[in-house]
């Protein structure tokens, strides 16, 4: 059986590891990545402070909840590990997307209204 190395078992360095799995599974390779990228360069959906996306066009609904019920599922995971609620999570990692998503992809503010990065 394979053991952990002690000093991977300690909370802060659990935290850390964790947090770059999650960023890494939203920036990995899945299939929808590249749709995401090209939903997002064409505005048909921006990303919202709640650490979801949100359609601008209704025509993108379908891939926009497709998208988000992958988000969820990972908040969820990382929610119930670290005892907070999924809200939380996705407004941590709203804004690590932020940080990553390229200039001009929209982005909705906490009142609603669509501005450019």
Known sequence: MLRMPSILKTKPLLGIISTVLLILSLYGAP???DNLEQLRASGAIGESYSGYVVARNPGAQAEANAINAQRRAIYQEKAAAQGVSVDQ???VYAAEIFKKIPA????QNNNGQWVQK
């Open 104 to 107: 001009d992809t929209w982005i």
């Open 89 to 91: 999570v996705g407004k």
């Open 31 to 33: 299939a929808w990545a």
